[in-house]
């Protein structure tokens, strides 16, 4: 059995990690929680393999050296589709991965044409190949890289202003390949995009989509945490969650007050 208080480590390399907590403390709400982010190494989405499957394992051994988690949970795509095995290899704990929820999608697509926005780097690897293969094969599975929507969604977490047209640009990179004007569901393929959820909703209806669903994978995150921890107890009163950080840049601190709104009062260096 687990000592109570020992948290669920979830890592991202900015703060789109946080689309996973959401639904994890949500079904946990007694859960207690350490949040790293790897600011040193962000972002990931335009990095090479080689240098995520260098990293990440390295780093999530130290966080577990100093914070003891008793669940690890990889909330980014991109580190998880190329360095999740890795991770497993390296740790003694249970490790969630972050996948494409390509699998929901295709079960619900009626126009059977999906598309799967991420980040340059998870739009290509060979694990959402068989991801679409094992679970879409009947599907045209488009696919798209933004990079410039995952630091869209740190802007917005920081309170600045937006430009619409980086969400309108980045759905017309689905729906001007050939079949996108059919379709009718979009994996948000990296845990930053579900926080900009609103303004891609605003721009499907600007670029002239067909009416799309868009689905990301938190809420099926949150009930494997809780499969995962099984019998071993949750504290009455858990310790305000942990905000880690690999580097203190300026623009942390603007992040506070949306940190603290998901219980991480405390921000630390790593």
Known sequence: MTEPQAPVLFFDSGVGGLSILEPALKLLPRM???????????????KSEAEITARVPALLGRLVERYRPRIAVIACNTAST????SVRAALDIP??????AIKPAAISSRSRVIGVLGTEATV????????????GADCLVLR??????????EAKLRGEPLDPEIARTALRGLVEQPGGDRM????????????VQDELEAAAREVGAAPLLFLHGGDG???????????????????????????????????????ERRGLPQIELL
């Not at 490790?95 to 494409?100: I, N, R, Y």
């Not at 009718?184 to 926080?195: E, G, M």
């Not at 203190?248 to 506070?256: A, S």
């Open 221 to 259: 995150i949150a009930r494997r945490i809780d499969y995962l921890n099984g019998p071993s107890p949750w504290p009455e009163k858990p310790a305000p969650g942990i905000a880690v950080f690999t580097r203190m840049d300026p623009d942390i601190e603007p992040l506070r007050p949306e940190l």
């Open 82 to 85: 190329i360095a999740l095995g």
């Open 184 to 195: 009718d569901r979009v994996v948000l393929a990296c845990t930053h995009f579900p926080l």
């Open 144 to 153: 798209h890289g933004s990079a410039a929507l995952v630091a869209l969604a």
């Open 95 to 100: 490790v969630v991965g972050t996948v494409p």
């Open 124 to 135: 290509r690897q060979p694990y959402v190949d068989r991801l679409a293969a094992e679970h």
């Open 32 to 46: 207690p929680v350490v949040y790293a982010a790897d600011r040193a190494g962000f972002p990931y989405g335009t």
